[in-house]
């Protein structure tokens, strides 16, 4: 159950895309197209806004995209905006029920 | 409209024990599979604990497999995680979180707010 890989941190200026990557290995990441992302702000419960590799919640802002290759997953947040800023992880399923989450990005919005 | 509400959080001696609840309203609890996810102070997420959807199965992470016991009541719309023997390293703002799956997608789709456990002598 070892954490996946994340950037401690990235940054961009309003209106540029970011991509954080996700990394893990062929038991979790690479295995399952159960990639999850989570938004979290300060002093606040995380948010889902990426599920099954891909997927957006309704409601969420079409501005973020996910991707995989093989044992990394990708967020992709377009148009950058002053509100995305905040903590980003991913969670992968790692088999026999469990869930594996990354460490976490700090984005930085310039 | 979902919610999940965490209590029973608080400051507890190292080795002593602590129940944390989570209350659910606003969808079909005993549908759902639930979890448990732990955050320490200015530290990522952490995942704690797995009950499907009809109690019928647990896991947990290896850190804390053998001292945390996840359960729920499905009557009174509960989700529980019993900490025994709790160190230091414990201490965290711990979240319950509901998956979208009756047992586990790693997709966890409502959270809490969180409850605060501290664990100091």
């Known amino acids: 159950q070892s954490a996946l890989t994340q950037p401690a941190s990235v940054s961009g200026s309003p209106g540029q895309s970011i991509t954080i990557s996700c990394t893990g290995t062929?038991?979790?990441?690479?295995?399952?197209?159960?990639v999850s992302w989570y938004q979290q702000h300060p002093g606040k419960a995380p948010k889902l806004m990426i599920y099954e590799v891909s997927k957006r919640p309704s409601g969420v802002s079409n501005r973020f995209s996910g991707s995989k290759s093989g044992n990394t997953a990708s967020l992709t947040i377009s148009g950058l905006q002053a509100e995305d800023e905040a903590d980003y992880y991913c969670?992968?399923?790692?088999?026999?029920?469990?869930?594996?989450f990354g460490g976490g990005t700090k984005l930085t919005v310039l | 409209q979902v919610q999940l509400v965490e209590s029973g959080g608080g400051v507890v001696q190292p080795g002593r024990s602590l129940r944390l609840s989570c209350a659910a309203s606003?969808?079909?609890?005993?549908?759902?599979?639930m979890h448990w996810v732990r955050q320490a102070p200015g530290k990522g997420l952490e995942w704690v604990a797995l009950?499907?959807?009809?109690?019928?199965?647990?896991y947990y992470a290896d850190s804390v497999k053998g001292r945390f016991t996840i359960s729920r009541d499905n009557s009174k719309n509960t989700l529980y995680l019993q900490m025994n023997s709790l160190r230091a390293e414990d201490t965290a703002v711990y979240y319950c979180a509901r998956d979208v799956s009756g047992s586990s997608s790693s997709t966890f789709d409502y959270w809490g707010p969180g409850t605060m456990v501290t664990v100091s002598s």
């Open positions: 606003g969808f079909t609890f005993s549908s759902s599979g």
């Open positions: 009950i499907w959807y009809d109690g019928s199965n647990e």
């Open positions: 969670c992968s399923y790692a088999g026999s029920s469990t869930s594996v």
């Open positions: 062929s038991s979790d990441v690479g295995s399952y197209n159960l």
